[in-house]
């Protein structure tokens, strides 16, 4: 049986693990991270190499034999967060109850003893894999020796042999130690030569094979200033090469027959899974292979034709579609599995099947399936009614990590434990060579889903009452997703009459304005054309050149904006953009998408792609349509009732997120501002400005207003600065007295922030999360970013889930009432409905006393309400 030894530099995987992952910590407050990531590299490094032979090496501290030579070796580094170091401890234990040994040797780092091992293994006959995240590593690369460098993430990898080398280099792996010599590494302080990178190395290296040579034939070299370069630092070049360069006899006393792979200690791993809080990994303990094997050798029936048995109370369902639209995609089959088996039923075969039809809308039925509103869609497609769904993979998905959730199938299946799925785009492939496979391929594909559901579900019904999301997944998601598969159905109609004629006043606007713009530019030119535009602004007018780019003067939205007071001509190319994007984005992108036979638009709402909870909308985007301009509110003029002598009926939240924040925070200044019904951005600006109610002015309450949605989203002095167009120090000055008048709002976004760090993320009302690793970044930028999405995340979130609860709501209130109305739907923090006229007076009542009740908050909710003929006359 031939050897494989797997060498892994524990220092290098567990940072890499640690800065990867969020700052998690379990339940005694330890931070597990690393240990998570290190494990999760671990298991899957062992399951692709599947070693004989195993061996973690760490480096034994701070000195090296290295420092003799160069004392300032590694000087300079930051110290290990002490988030990590103490998770160390925990991954030599972890290692133990893998029955994996780990090695340091004093003065010696991992390096070494990789370095070592690996050549006594390669004269044993043995292949060697070397894993670090360290590319100096790569020096030990051979024939016999592969070394996989970590690239982003915990499972990204990239696979160094003396090919890869030659490929992405020219270099063998011996001159990698002579590139590293030349070019120095700032990681490890290693100067080489100053002013000499990656690239001269290579090229040197290229033309004279080693440093030793290179360094005595330094007259050779092209160009004087490098010549001088290599010969002021020719010592210090060679010392670098001295210190990158890996022993490969150190004194390592440990032998390869010793590393031999033993099964794990089950019990070990159990109860180190048990004290860190790793359910997941505890779920996976014992019977994750048997599963992976079953569904990777998985047998499945072709459904010739649909029986009784094949429909029992509780099944795993899966709709295949072959694009993302699924109120027009064709469907090209359906899976099933239960314990009974696993079935492919051909679209025809389920279409035909008054059995099928009816298991299909029986409630009592339990069906867990990946995409509740896409089944939903495209089973009504066939004329079935879709009911008993119990769990939505995708959804689930979704509510433990909205970060990651929106992906295919394929993906979303591995990240929860069921590799053996193949990907919709390489079993179709993409573009021009996408097409079906044959029905053979088709039909394992589609029950392989289905079954894959069934794997995974325990898994992630497990992490989200871990989390304590099952009452969001199961209370809030899951219903909603069939309230917004109704209301995707139901559809608005458009007056595509009304939508054309707007386009063509637009078009008449477009042209004056495009003559007012060539009568003061003197000239006809190409408004559309950045590069005509800035010759015309900032050459022929003379106007102050804002910004440059590579290909002349830039002439963005946020330059013209600055330019605004210098010259009439920016209020009207800015005018003639709003109104150019209206005529191409929304008019003429409604009127695409309008179905030709009912003049209907079918929106598709996005519920598991906003990480704050938000609902979004495509094919077309209606939470976008601008309403700054009038003419962007009028475009609503064309969503009509669909049934004559009906009403649009519109209905939205005042000020959620504010009165969201005043809960939150607990502040005593929000919540008497709120409970007493006042306007709370005169209520502000009195705090802020030191006025009584009487003596706000418009500027003060304006001032006010900014700061207080600001606030909700993290606003900086600078962000104020540039909204209100007035100094940063005023700003800063405004935040600041903001921040003195409601004292709690400071406090809470403190404590977000310090909870953030520890937990790495933060929870809206209903538990949902947002993971924020940035929080502990180095980089100020991305820190800062984190932060602020820390303190917003959980206002906006938790404003999301109550219009969600109160969309749910609405929908069974509705039924209740026995009305014709219909919800159509949902902007921002607005819900719109169509209603007979006679009915008007009831929704007046219900729809506010349903709203406002959705979530109990110490504030009240607050909705306003209003009606017309179209979308725009219920505004």
């Not at 190499?49 to 300032?72: C, M, N, Q, W």
């Not at 696979?159 to 063998?172: A, R, V």
Request: overall charge negative.
């Amino acid at each position: 049986m031939s050897k494989k030894l797997m060498l892994i530099d524990g220092n290098s995987i567990a940072y890499r693990a640690f800065f990867a992952l969020p700052l998690l910590n379990n339940d005694k407050g330890v931070h597990t991270n690393a240990i998570y990531g290190f494990t999760t590299m671990l298991t899957k490094m062992i399951d692709d190499e599947k070693p004989t032979h195993i061996l973690v090496a760490f480096d034994a501290g701070k000195t090296t034999f290295r420092h003799k030579t160069y004392s300032e070796y590694k000087g300079g580094r930051q110290k290990t967060p002490s988030e990590l170091s103490e998770q160390f401890p925990f991954i030599r234990d972890l290692l133990a109850a893998y029955s994996i040994k780990h090695y340091e040797l004093d003065q010696y780092e991992a390096d070494d003893i990789i370095g070592t091992l690996s050549l006594q293994a390669e004269n044993k006959g043995y292949e060697v894999v070397v894993v670090s995240g360290d590319k100096d590593l790569t020096q030990l690369s051979s024939k016999s020796t592969r070394v996989e460098i970590t690239r982003k993430g915990i499972t990204d990898m990239e696979s160094y042999t003396p090919d890869h080398i030659k490929e992405k280099y020219g270099l063998t792996p011996d001159q990698i130690i002579d590139m590293k010599g030349l070019m120095g590494d700032s990681s490890d302080n290693i100067p080489g030569v100053p002013g000499v990178g990656e690239k001269t190395a290579i090229k040197l290296l290229k033309q004279f094979g080693t440093l030793e040579t290179l360094l005595d034939s330094i007259s050779e070299v092209k160009g004087a200033k490098l010549q001088d370069k290599l010969n002021e630092f020719k010592d210090q070049a060679k010392m670098s090469k001295e210190l990158v360069t890996i022993t490969r006899v150190a004194p390592v006393e440990i032998k390869l027959d010793d590393l031999m792979r033993q099964e794990p200690d089950q019990e070990k791993l159990r109860s180190l899974f048990n004290e860190l809080s790793f359910q997941t990994l505890l779920d996976k303990l014992g019977d994750s292979t048997e599963e992976e094997i079953e569904l990777k050798n998985l047998d499945w029936i072709y459904a010739e034709e649909i029986t009784e048995d094949m429909l029992p109370s509780e099944s795993q369902l899966y709709i295949e579609l072959y694009d993302p639209n699924y109120h027009t995609a064709d469907i090209l089959g359906i899976g099933l599995h239960h314990r009974g088996g696993t079935y492919f039923i051909p679209v025809e075969k389920a279409r035909e099947s008054a059995l099928f039809k009816k298991w299909i809308e029986d409630e009592e039925n339990q069906k867990s399936v990946y995409d509740s509103k896409q089944s939903i869609v495209a089973l009504s497609r066939l004329g079935m009614d879709l009911k008993g769904i119990d769990f939505d993979l995708l959804i689930a998905s979704y509510v433990i990590d909205a970060s990651q959730a929106a992906a295919d199938f394929a993906s979303i299946a591995k990240r929860h434990g069921a590799d053996a799925v193949q990907s919709d785009e390489a079993l179709y492939g993409k573009g021009a060579k996408k097409k079906v496979p044959d029905e053979k391929i088709l039909g394992e594909h589609i029950a392989r889903k289905a079954a894959a559901i069934g794997k995974i579900k325990d898994t992630c019904i497990r992490d989200l009452e871990r989390n304590e999301q099952f009452d969001l997944f199961d209370e809030l998601e899951l219903p909603l997703a069939e309230v917004l598969a109704e209301m995707e159905k139901t559809g608005v109609l458009v007056d595509v009459d009304r939508l054309k004629e707007m386009g063509e006043e637009l078009k008449t606007k477009l042209a004056q304005i495009e003559q007012d713009i060539h009568r003061i530019a003197g000239e006809s030119f190409n408004i559309n054309s950045p590069k005509q535009l800035g010759v015309i602004l900032f050459e022929k007018l003379e106007l102050p050149a804002v910004k440059k780019t590579k290909t002349g003067y830039s002439t963005s939205a946020d330059v013209l904006e600055k330019l605004q007071s210098e010259h009439e001509i920016i209020d009207h190319i800015l005018i003639y953009r709003q109104l150019g994007k209206l005529q191409s984005t929304y008019i003429e992108g409604l009127l695409k998408v309008v179905d030709k036979e009912s003049s209907k638009i079918h929106t598709r709402y996005n519920q598991v792609l906003t990480q704050t909870g938000r609902l979004s909308s495509t094919d077309p985007n209606l939470q976008n349509i601008p309403i700054r301009l009038e003419e962007g509110r009028k475009i609503r003029q064309a969503f009509i009732p669909s049934k004559k002598d009906w009403i649009m009926f519109a209905a939205d939240y005042s000020q959620i997120e504010l009165r969201v924040l005043a809960h939150i925070s607990q502040d005593d200044g929000l919540i008497e501002a709120f409970n007493n019904n006042m306007d709370i951005h005169t209520k502000t600006a009195m705090d802020v400005f030191s006025v009584s109610k009487e003596e706000v002015t418009q500027g003060m309450r304006r001032h006010a207003k900014a700061v207080n949605f600001g606030i909700v989203y993290g606003i900086s002095d600078y962000g104020l600065s540039q909204s209100l167009d007035i100094p940063r120090k005023e700003a800063a000055e405004f935040i600041k007295r903001y921040l003195s008048s409601y004292p709690k709002v400071k406090e809470y976004m403190d404590d977000i922030i310090k909870e953030a760090k520890q937990k790495g993320y933060v929870e809206t009302l209903l538990h949902r999360r947002r993971y924020i690793p940035e929080i502990t970044s180095r980089n100020f930028n991305l820190r800062g970013f984190a932060e602020r999405t820390a303190m917003n995340t959980p206002i906006q979130g938790t404003a999301a889930d109550i219009i969600k609860k109160a969309m749910i709501d609405m929908a069974i209130r509705l039924k209740q009432e026995g009305l014709q109305a219909t919800m159509l739907l949902q902007v921002h923090d607005e819900l719109i409905f169509e209603c007979p006229k006679e009915e008007v007076e009831i929704l007046k009542r219900i729809v506010p006393e349903v709203m406002e009740k959705a979530v109990e908050l110490v504030v009240p909710l607050k909705v306003d309400y209003s009606f017309g003929n179209t979308w725009y006359d219920a505004k």
